[in-house]
């Protein structure tokens, strides 16, 4: 059996459901191809799922905050296998909602693991699609060959199903995903160490932001552990045994593998089909997302640069709109805002104070620190953290970052005036909102340096 489409699109996740529904939009026939569950890693095992158990994590805080503020509580109990069924029943919700979406939209879902076979071919079982334009967008894995015996260990596919809280947990890596579980999972109930190469956490990030961070999970109980990485993972009648050095073994209940992820390239006949793939297993790709084969395009995780549901979505409206939209344009990726669901959480849009002086600015640098108010009322540590980067010679506002409650919201607002070009007299000049942690961002006064 033959059918024939505009577009063929691999991948139902975020991007790939994004560009065919756009494309559709737009007057397109196209069919999309999914292996798996409709809906890709954000929604299923991604963003949706940790920010639920960063909520739950959260209520620990808050319940024990409660206590501050005048009530009583009697001694608060989290049930994972509660919260794990819960959010089965909502990503079961979700992913009806795409599905109905996909449908709507006019989209063929075609289901089935799906290959190219010549150009403008795609294979799924015994069935071949045609079309003259297909879509890449398979999106990425974990890593599971990081460490010696790390193919033994979870992901954070598997911690997002767990149906208890491990008492103890080694997690290994320290950027995204190892820091979000770590904090979370040091407040519902496990005692976590952390083990990671660098000698502070979340590389790429501003070094505030990594200082603060290595302190707050420090202050939840994780234990840091820098620039050390297990030689060797064992597995020892149920328990997990990490090889340290020097003869050092420490067992653990459980282990998070935060060791990264890789693009799914494996199975798509893309070397036969002419489609080039980098060194670090990514799909390569133009600045109009195309591939090295003719009528191949490549978007969100399977290409690896920002590998964010924002910027997968981005793309794949770009490319619906410039093949099917007659008005071609590229997705800027030179100022995406970034969070880290930590608790207190972080977010940033711009550049790190680093990175934008390597680049050659002469920066003027505001920074303040303070105890927020709903803290400070109940004698709490917890302090929030902001950064704005100026250009001297501009006065443009170049990065915000911040450490701090409700930081990804208010940091999303920012970027904004970013986006927009906002100056530092911009922020002046705007009156703040009382009382706030977000207007201390336009009552920065004297810059640090
Ligand atoms: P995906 O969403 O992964 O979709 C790819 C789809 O392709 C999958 O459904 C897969 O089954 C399918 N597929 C693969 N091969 C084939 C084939 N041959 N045939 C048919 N189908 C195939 N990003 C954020 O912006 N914010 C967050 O808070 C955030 N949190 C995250 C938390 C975790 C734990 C993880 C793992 C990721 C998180 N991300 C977050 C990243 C985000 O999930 C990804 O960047 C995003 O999902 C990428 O979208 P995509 O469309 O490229 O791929
Ligand atoms: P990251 O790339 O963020 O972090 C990987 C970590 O593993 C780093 O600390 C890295 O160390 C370490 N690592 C890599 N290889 C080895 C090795 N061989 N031995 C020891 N350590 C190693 O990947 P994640 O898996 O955390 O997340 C994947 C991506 O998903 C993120 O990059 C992000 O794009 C996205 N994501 C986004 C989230 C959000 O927006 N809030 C949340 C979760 C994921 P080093 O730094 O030294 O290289």
Redesign the pocket.
Known sequence: MTDSYDLIT?????????ASRRAALHGARVAI???????????????V???LLMYAAQFGDALGQARGYGWSLGEPRFEMARWAAAKAAETARLEGVYRQMLAASGVTLVE????LDGPGRVR?GERVLQAPHVLL????A?VRDSVPGIEHCAT??EL?DLDRIPPTVAVIGAG??AV??ASMLARLGSKVALYFRGAQPLRGFDEMLRTAAAAELQAAGVELHPGLVPQRVRRLEGRFLLELGDERVRGFDWVLNATG?RP?TE??GLEAAGVRVGADGAVAIDAALHTTARGVYA????TNRR???????AE?RALADSLFGGTPREVDLSRVP??V?MLPPIASVGPAEAQARAEGRTLKVFETDFRPMKQAFIGGAERTRIKLLVDAVSDRVLAVHMIGADAPEIVQSLAVALSAGATKADFDRTLAMHPTAAEEFVLLREPVR
């Open positions: 691999l991948g139902a996740g975020s991007g790939g459901v994004a191809v999914e292996a798996g569950r409709v809906g890709g890693t954000c929604v299923l095992r991604g963003c799922p940790k920010k089935g693991w799906g290959r799924v967008a398979t999106g990425s974990p954070s596919n997002l995204y995903i979000e579980f992820r799914n199975g798509l978007i969100g995780d399977v590998n964010l549901t924002p910027v997968a979505i794949g970034s969070a669901f």
